[in-house]
């Protein structure tokens, strides 16, 4: 992975300004509860180099976990006591899901939070696997480990907006398809954060 890759990557996490984004993005007219509790959690973003390209590492969930089973995601989680932040908790998260070591990762900083609808604060911690490493799916938690070209979740073009009803309301959601991946909902509009930055445009879609 080349250093200026890598310099455009640093400069675009540590751009200014808040930038936060949630769930409920796509729906302005929407008023969160005042007061509401977010537990905290961190996600790791990891890069590796390839023959073909720098690519993004994504987790397919099992399809026998009781919240979003089979759903395209991040290694991470929730951050738990023992851990000093979401940095921590996604290093730790990415260890145990595909078997990451820690000492194989350079994290190069964070996206600004995002919020779930599931009641979480997310961190998105963007690093760069140093070197090719064994694969080791977490039984029953992790379906299968797949990558996805860096250059098509940094192409905003590649995104896009749709609905499906939700508890009884219609909720809107970034994509972001890749194969026969459906990347969608968090995991999406938190690339798109990524590609937002990485392209100085941070407008909205059409």
Same mark, same amino acid.
Not at 27 to 34: A, D
Not at 44 to 63: D, H
Not at 85 to 104: C, F, H, Q, V
């Given at each position: ?62 399809? +026998? #976990? ?5 759903? /395209?995601?991040? &290694?991470?989680?929730? $951050?738990?006591?023992?851990? %000093?932040? @979401?940095?921590?908790? +996604? #290093? ?5 899901? /595909?078997?990451? &070591?820690?000492?194989? $990762?350079?994290?190069?900083? %964070?996206? @600004? ?94």
């Amino acid at each position: 992975m080349g250093p200026e890759l890598t310099q455009q990557l640093v400069a675009a996490l540590g751009r200014s300004g808040d930038g936060s984004s949630s769930d409920f993005d796509l729906h302005p007219g929407l008023t969160l509860p005042v007061g509401r509790k977010l537990r905290p959690a961190g996600v790791l973003i990891p890069i590796q180099a390839g023959a073909e390209g720098p690519s993004v590492i994504l987790t397919k969930r099992s399809s +026998a #976990l009781k919240h979003h089973p089979g759903q /395209i995601a991040f &290694p991470g989680g929730k $951050v738990d006591q023992g851990d %000093t932040g @979401p940095t921590e908790a +996604a #290093l730790r998260e990415a260890w145990e899901e /595909i078997g990451l &070591p820690l000492a194989n $990762v350079s994290v190069l900083g %964070t996206l @600004p939070p995002h919020e779930t609808v599931t009641g979480f604060t997310v961190t998105p911690v963007v690093a760069l696997v140093r070197q090719e490493f064994h694969l080791n799916p977490e039984p029953g938690e992790v379906e299968e480990v797949f990558a996805v070209p860096l250059s098509h979740l940094l192409n905003l073009r590649n995104f896009r907006i749709e609905g499906r009803r939700w508890r009884g309301q219609r909720r809107n959601y970034y994509t972001v398809p890749y194969g026969p991946y459906y990347i969608w909902g968090a995991t999406a509009r938190m690339l798109r954060g990524l590609a937002e930055r990485m392209s100085h445009d941070t407008r909205p879609s059409d």
